[in-house]
C-alpha cells in the first residue's frame, strides 16, 4: 500500500532538514503507529504524506498503490485515497460543515467514477456515518469547525474519513487534546473504520490512544529517523523506559 | 449540481456583440444632442429644461478626485450619447420586439418571453440607451403597481416624474448625477400604492452592446405608505478593448411604513488580464426613508466593471426609520473599487447596518469608502458598521475609509474593521480532502461573503455564487 524510501525532507524557507531518511513499509489493512517525543518529526511525515506544501522533499520517494506520490497535489492524493486527520483541524467562516463534507465526497467520488451525490442522498449517508463518531447534527450546519470544542474538532476529523472512505488514513495526534471519554470515542470510531482494504498510520505521542486502537507495527521516530520498529509490545515497553531509552539508538 | 470547476474555468460568457441595426447620435455632447435625445424620447417641456439646467451646472464641475482610483482622462466629447437598436415605431407586445434582440436576453439568461420567465420576477430590459421590453406589466397594473421603462413614465405618468425625479439625488448633486441628469436615455420606473406589497421581484436588465456608447440610465422607486416592493439589477456587456463608461442614478423614495429592497448583482466587463478595457461604472444611488417607520435595504455584489465607483446611500429622514447596506466588492487582474455608503441620520430612534466584504486578488484594488452621519435631532440613532477584507496573493490590496460624525450624543455608532489573507493552512485543510485549490479559494471566498448574499433572494444568491467562482478565475497561481 505505502512503502517509503529513505525519505529526506526540509521544513519552511531556512530548509532545515526535519526528516533525514525514513523507510517504512505498510501493507494493506494494517495499522501502523508511529511515536516519537515532540520535534522528533512525526507531524512532518503525516504533513508530507498529505503533501502539505511546506515540507519540501529533497530525497527518497513516497510509493503508493506503485504511484510516486511526491510531486503529486495534496487534492489529488485526497482523491486517490489518502487521507489524514489534523492535529489542529482548521475552521471555514460561512461554510457548513455538511456542505464542505459533500464537495469533498463529491470530489473523491468523481476521481473513482461514480456518480455525485446529491444533498438528499448525502444527507442519508451522512446519517450513518455520524454514527460512528457519535457526533451531534446540529454541528452539521454549523461552519466547519467554527465553535467547535476541541473533543468537536477530532469527532469531525474522523467523521470526515467515515464519509471519504480513504484506502490509507494518516492520524496525525488524533489524541492531542482530548479527555478519555471524548479518546474512546474517536478510538472507538476508528476501530469501526479498519478494514482489510484501508491502512491506518497513527502519529501519537504517548501510548495511551494504543490502549484503545491496537496496531499491528509500532516505529519509533527520533531526531528525523525511524530508531526502533517492532509490535504492539514495543509501545509498552517504551512507555515504560521513556524515550530516553532510545537516544543512544540516533547515530546508529 | 454543475460543478464548481467548470464554472471557474469560464471565461467572461457575457461578452459577445449583438448584430443589430441602431440609431446613433455622433459623438459629442452639446445642447443640441441633448435637445436631440429629449426630442427623440417625445418628452415634455419640463423634462428638457430640467436636462438643460443640470448640463449647465455639469459643465462648472469638476470630476471627483478623492477616489482611491486611477484611470486616464475621460473624453466626453468622444462619446455617444444615444444609440437604439432600430425597432417598429411603438411597441404594443413582446411580439413585435426584434427577434435578434429577444435572442440576445435570451442568451444573457434573461428570456422576455413571460411563460419562461422564473415565475415572480418582472423585467425590463435595457439595451444600449433604451427599454426594449417590459414583462408582466399588466399583471402588475392590476394591483396599480406601476412598472415601466422611464421613457414611458415620463409619457405616461409625468405628474409622478416631476414630484420625485431629482428628489434624492438632485441634478447637481455630484459630476456624474449631473452629467446623466442632462443625457440619461432611459432606465426604470417604479411606483407601488399605498399598502401594495409587490407579489413579485421586479428586476432591470441593463446590457450594453454598442461600441464608445455610454449608458447613462435612471431608476426611480417610489413606494407609498404601507407598500413594499424589492427589486433587482443585473449589467453585463460585451468584451472591448477601449473602456466605456456607465453613469446611472438611482432614486428610492420610501414612504410611511413602506419598504423597499434593492439588489444588485454588478458584472459589467472587467477588462482583461493586462487591465485593457471595461466598463467605468460611476454610480449615484441614494434612498430616502421619507416616511417613519420605512425601510431602505441596499445588497451589491459587484465582480465587474474596470473601476467601480458608487454608495448607495440612505437618508434616514423619518423617524424609526432603518437603512442597511450589504456589499460584496471584488476586484481581480487590474480592477479597482472604491465603494460603500452614506448613512445620513436625521429622524429619531433611526438605525443603519453597513456589512462590507471587500475581497481583492491579482493587482485588484479594493476600497471601503463610508460616511455615518448623526444629525443634531436625530435621538437615540445607532448605526453598526462592519468591513471586511481579504486578500489574495499578494499584490492586491484593500484600504478601509470611514468617516464619521455624529452630532447628537444619544447616538451609537460602532465600527468593526478586519483585514485577511486566505490562509494556507485552509487551503490545504480543504485540499487534503479532495477539492482542487481553485474550488477551496472559491469556497473560502464565498464563505466569507456568505452573510451579505444571505440579503439576497434566492435565485440571485446561487447567480452570486457562481459568478464570484467566474470572476475567480486563476486567482491561485
Known sequence: MLEIRNLHVTVGEAGIEILKGINLKVGR???????????????????TLAGHPDSNVTQGEILYEGKNLI???????????????????????????????????????????????DAVEFLGLLKEKMKIVEMDP??????????????????????????????????????????????????????????????????????????????????????????????????????????????????? | MKKAEELINQEYKYGFVTEIEADTVPPGLNQDVIRLISSKKKEPPFMLEWRLKAYERWLTMKEPTWPKVHHPPIDYQKIIYYSAPKQKKSLSSLEEVDTELLKTFEKLGIPLEEQKR?????????????????????????????????????????????????????????????????????????????????????????????????????????????????YLEGCTAPIRDKNQLHAAVVELVALEGARIKYSTIQNWYAGDKEGKGGIFNFVTKRGKCAGRNSKISWTQVETGAAITWKYPSVILQGDNSVGEFYSVALTHNYQQADTGTKMIHIGKNTKSTILSKGIAAG?????????????????QARNYTQCDSLLLGDRSSANTFPYIEVRNRSARVEHEATTSKISEDQLFYCRSRGITGENAVSMIVNGFC????????????????????????????
Request: hydrophobic share 40%; aromatic share 8%.
Open chain 1, 29 to 47: 489493512g494494517e495499522v501502523h503507529a508511529i511515536m516519537g517525543p515532540n520535534g522528533s518529526g512525526k507531524s512532518t511525515l503525516a504533513r
Open chain 1, 71 to 117: 510531486g503529486m497535489e495534496p487534492d489529488q492524493r485526497a482523491r486517490e485515497g489518502v487521507f489524514m486527520a489534523f492535529q489542529y483541524p482548521v475552521e471555514i467562516p460561512g461554510i457548513s460543515t455538511a456542505y464542505f463534507l459533500r464537495a469533498a465526497l463529491n470530489a473523491v467520488r468523481t476521481q473513482r467514477g461514480l456518480e455525485e451525490l
Open chain 1, 138 to 252: 446540529g454541528l452539521l450546519n454549523r461552519p466547519v469547525n467554527e465553535g467547535f470544542s476541541g473533543g468537536e474538532k477530532k469527532r469531525n476529523e474522523i467523521l470526515q474519513m467515515a464519509v471519504l472512505e480513504p484506502k490509507l488514513a494518516i492520524l496525525d495526534e488524533t489524541d492531542s487534546g482530548l479527555d478519555i471519554d471524548a479518546l474512546k470515542v474517536v478510538a472507538a470510531g476508528v476501530n469501526r473504520l479498519k478494514s482489510p482494504d484501508r491502512s491506518i498510520v497513527l502519529v501519537t505521542h504517548y501510548q495511551r490512544l494504543l490502549n484503545y486502537i491496537t496496531p499491528d507495527f509500532v516505529h519509533i521516530l527520533l531526531e528525523g529517523r525511524i530508531v526502533k520498529s517492532g509490535k504492539k509490545e514495543l509501545a509498552l515497553e517504551l512507555e515504560a523506559k521513556g524515550y530516553d531509552w532510545l537516544k543512544g539508538e540516533v547515530h546508529v
Open chain 2, 118 to 230: 422564473l415565475s415572480g420576477v418582472a423585467v425590463d430590459a435595457v439595451f444600449d440607451s433604451v427599454s426594449v421590453a417590459t414583462t408582466f406589466k399588466e399583471k402588475l397594473k392590476e394591483l396599480g403597481i406601476i412598472f415601466c421603462s422611464f421613457s414611458e413614465a415620463v409619457q405616461e405618468h409625468p405628474d409622478l416624474i416631476r414630484k420625485y425625479l431629482g428628489s434624492v439625488v438632485p441634478a447637481n448633486d455630484n459630476y456624474y448625477a449631473a452629467l446623466n441628469s442632462a443625457v440619461f436615455s432611459d432606465g426604470s420606473f417604479c411606483f407601488v400604492p399605498k399598502g401594495v406589497r409587490c407579489p413579485m421581484e421586479l428586476s432591470t436588465y441593463f446590457r450594453i452592446n454598442s461600441a464608445d456608447t455610454g449608458q447613462f440610465e435612471r431608476t426611480l422607486i417610489v413606494a407609498e405608505e404601507g407598500s413594499s416592493v424589492s
Open chain 2, 363 to 379: 493587482h485588484g484594488s479594493n476600497s471601503y469608502r463610508g460616511l455615518v452621519k448623526v444629525l443634531q435631532k436625530a435621538a
Open chain 2, 450 to 477: 456568505k452573510e451579505v448574499f444571505k440579503n439576497l433572494p434566492m435565485e440571485f444568491a446561487v447567480e452570486a455564487t457562481k459568478l464570484m467562482n467566474v470572476s475567480l478565475e486563476g486567482a491561485i497561481a
